[in-house]
């Protein structure tokens, strides 16, 4: 018979979000530690989700059911793991830029990072820089990451790492970026430590810039 974590991974990746919260009391009641639930079941599942939507097995609508049962269990999860100190792999801050308002994709880096261990504070769509600026003076975050998907408002991307550098915040934090018109260079070329070409790939960048990839 499998475990509680492997039934909660299992869960997690059949997008089962009725399931994974009551596996996760379940867990609780039986006196698993809240990190090994977390660990052993919530991000183990994600990670396999990962893993499939990198070879193609499965595609964004799945990627979006598991990670909505994910975060139902991690409802139920948050207060012990708070309770306890559980240690997060560290905090992201991310939005879509000013004048661009699609979401889907950074949506999906949102969800499979907090998958991964990360807390992330989600600004939303159409953010300016100075918000980013507030965001991270107010959540102190490891990683900033910023979401494109017109060419328009790649310039705004720029910006944002320009107001972190004269707020004297820039070397607080990591940037990443991502989104259909950005490419590696680009990254390079406005300062950023890096780019996502998809969700895995931003995921695995992220857990790479705070020492835990």
């Known amino acids: 018979m499998s475990t509680i974590t492997e039934q909660l991974a ?3 990746l059949e997008g089962d979000c009725d399931k994974a919260p009551q596996l996760v009391q379940v867990g ?3 006196g698993l530690a809240p990190k090994e639930i977390l660990d052993n079941g919530l991000v183990a599942g994600m990670d396999e989700v990962g ?4 070879c193609g097995d499965i595609f964004v609508p799945e990627v979006l059911t598991s990670a909505d049962a994910m975060k139902a269990g991690l409802e139920v999860l948050r207060p012990h793991l708070i309770a306890v100190a559980a240690r997060l792999i560290g905090k992201i801050v991310i939005a879509t830029v000013k004048g661009d308002l699609h979401d889907i994709g950074k949506n999906l880096v949102a969800m499979m990072c907090e998958g991964a261990g990360f807390e992330v504070i989600d600004l ?3 953010v300016d820089p100075a918000q980013f600026v507030q965001a991270v003076k107010e ?3 490891d990683i900033v990451g910023m979401s494109a998907l017109l060419t328009t408002t790649m310039r705004a991307m720029a910006m944002t790492v320009q107001a972190l550098q004269e707020a004297g915040l820039r070397d607080t934090v990591k940037v990443m970026i991502g989104g259909a018109p950005v490419d590696a260079a680009f990254a390079q070329r406005i300062g950023a430590d890096g ?3 998809n969700a895995p790939s931003a995921v695995d960048l992220a857990k790479s810039l705070v020492g835990a990839g």
């Not at 893993?51 to 990198?54: A, G, I, L, T, V």
Request: net charge positive.
């Open 10 to 12: 299992s869960a997690v």
């Open 28 to 30: 609780l009641a039986q």
């Open 51 to 54: 893993n499939r939507f990198k």
């Open 124 to 126: 939303g769509c159409d």
């Open 139 to 141: 959540h102190r975050p």
């Open 195 to 197: 780019y996502g070409s």
